[in-house]
């Protein structure tokens, strides 16, 4: 576990802290020509979102309050500079003579989202290149003995690491702090290494992440593992829900006590399986694969949700995240890690949280676990029918998914079927190698067969659960009426996705009869 010398941490608190001003909704307040004092103009940006103060302003004005109660010299701080364009805040400190330009998380206003994407896989996106842009035309108003540091929380972590790294003033920076910053992208930071700078520069970089930050653990990382430092999650004490939970790990405000950063831990089972997960797509899926990946998640993160994508993006990482999670030493810390969360959590003390470890109990199982085996054996010759894991569904629906991206390039590379760009580049690179093809239909036919096992699974596990609670029901006076209705609620989800997966097996099972008769005919009058 890396710790930092108090000195580290005074910096590293005003950094975030510096940060935090722009994490405020409404915080782009007029500072005029001549700036504002960092109390006026929190006094500011607290009368203008008075009328409806949400639970992220509230902490954020709790800790600045303790700040300014605290600290006398801390008021003393200039705001000389807002940006709203770039989500930009500087500060400037006259008792040290320090510049900080802080950079906030993502926008989705400013399709920040989508650039996310870009700055993962491709590299230079214009989010970043505007942020080194600005740097460039504030730092040049600094004085030349000026210190300058550089910090921002998730996606701003990631512009102030950018800004260090490729902004043309980039010389003056002094320090940067990253708050849940994610990566680069393997372009950008090939592109580094030709710098004459660049050990220099990556040196100043320090990354600062909450114990079970997901986003930080993204992207191709410049810094040795001596310059990131984890901290304590501060939310672990509240009573909020699991999704809440999920979300404030990537809370700027909650790596906060007081207002002091929280005091340093090892990293989480969750940022620890989430960094694993990254190594392995980064690794093994194509560039095209990757870009596709990053660029639909990052869309479902934006509310813009294409299910063909998705559906195709999930079978192109299962085989992988079922590697993860049940072949290594994270994935394992994950699963010990879950049933801990949920039971310390006080909304999940209801059915719905009884339910929730039932089903994390059976995300855990592995296909080779000795006790899924002999629970296999009984579950055969109880119901006649085969019990599947996780891993096994995983590894089903990634090959159905490759057989159902081959029939749509299939498809218009003999038909013309489809309209979808990406199938029309793929499938002319196909029809440039080989005149004329011919496909297996068999695959397309073991592609239906296991969607339709896949199914029958389902039906499988709400009859298995329907028993218990029937069991459950006839041995106790009453059962809770929370997890009968988490249940209830729950199966409506299993079934519609049962009938789904048997309607495209059912299609699966056409398109291959269609295809074969096509190929008859073809042979018949000659090549298609």
Not at 405 to 414: Q, R
């Amino acid at each position: 576990m890396n710790a930092m010398t108090e000195e580290q941490r005074k910096a590293a608190t005003d950094a975030a802290l510096a940060e935090l001003l722009t994490e405020m909704d409404n915080w782009d307040v007029d500072v005029g020509p001549n700036g504002m004092s960092i109390e006026a103009y929190i006094n500011e940006a607290h009368k203008a979102n008075e009328d409806q103060i949400s639970d992220k302003n509230q902490r954020i004005l709790e800790i600045f309050a303790a700040k300014l109660d605290s600290d006398q010299d801390f008021k003393r701080i200039q705001i000389v500079d807002i940006d709203k364009r770039n989500g930009a805040v500087t500060s400037y400190n006259p008792d040290t003579n320090t510049y900080t330009v802080s950079f906030c998380g993502t926008r989705a206003e400013y399709a920040e989202w989508e650039d996310n994407a870009i700055g993962l896989s491709e590299g230079s996106s214009l989010a970043q290149r505007n942020a080194a842009a600005y740097f460039d035309l504030i730092s040049s108003k600094f004085g030349n003995n000026a210190n300058v540091i550089v910090s921002g929380h998730s996606k701003g972590g990631n512009k102030a690491m950018y800004v260090t790294m490729f902004s043309q003033n980039r010389d003056k920076i002094d320090q940067c702090y990253a708050l849940d910053g994610q990566s680069f992208a393997k372009n950008d930071v090939t592109k580094m290494k030709t710098h004459s700078d660049y050990d220099q520069q990556r040196s100043k970089i320090v990354l600062i992440a909450g114990e079970n930050d997901y986003v930080s653990q993204l992207g191709e990382r410049i810094i040795s593992d001596e310059q990131i430092f984890y901290v304590r999650d501060s939310h672990r004490a509240g009573n909020e829900g699991l999704m809440d939970a999920f979300q404030n790990d990537h809370s700027v405000q909650y790596m906060f006590f007081d207002s002091d950063l929280a005091y340093e831990t090892k990293q989480g089972p969750l940022g620890g399986v989430i960094r694993e997960l990254y190594e392995t797509l980064s690794d093994k899926l194509s560039e095209g694969e990757f870009h596709m990946v990053c660029r639909v998640l990052m869309n479902v993160m934006d509310g813009n949700l294409n299910k063909e994508e998705l559906l195709i993006v999930i079978g192109i990482i299962a085989p992988h995240v079922s590697d993860v999670l049940y072949n290594t030493e994270a994935g394992q810390s994950f699963f010990e890690y879950l049933p801990v969360t949920l039971v310390s959590n006080e909304e999940m003390q209801n059915g719905a949280g009884k339910l929730a470890m039932i089903l994390t109990w059976y995300l855990s199982l592995s296909s080779d676990s000795r006790i899924v085996q002999a629970f296999q054996a009984v579950f055969k010759v109880v119901t006649g029918a085969d019990f599947v894991t996780v891993d096994m569904i995983l590894e089903t629906y990634a090959k159905a998914i490759k057989v159902y991206i081959a029939v749509k390039d299939y498809l218009y590379v003999k038909f013309r079927v489809g309209a979808d760009s990406r199938y029309h580049k793929t499938a002319d690179l196909y029809a440039a190698q080989s005149g004329y093809m011919k496909y297996n239909t068999d695959e397309i036919k073991l592609a239906a067969e296991r969607l339709n096992t896949a199914a029958e699974n389902i039906d499988y596990i709400c009859n298995g659960f329907n028993f218990a609670f029937y069991l459950e029901k006839e041995s106790k006076e009453s059962l809770e009426s929370g997890i009968l209705n988490a249940w209830e609620s729950g199966k409506k989800h299993l079934n519609n996705s049962s009938q789904k997966l048997r309607q495209v097996s059912t299609a699966l099972s056409e398109i291959a009869e269609k295809l074969e008769n096509a190929e008859v005919t073809a042979e018949k009058y000659g090549r298609m």
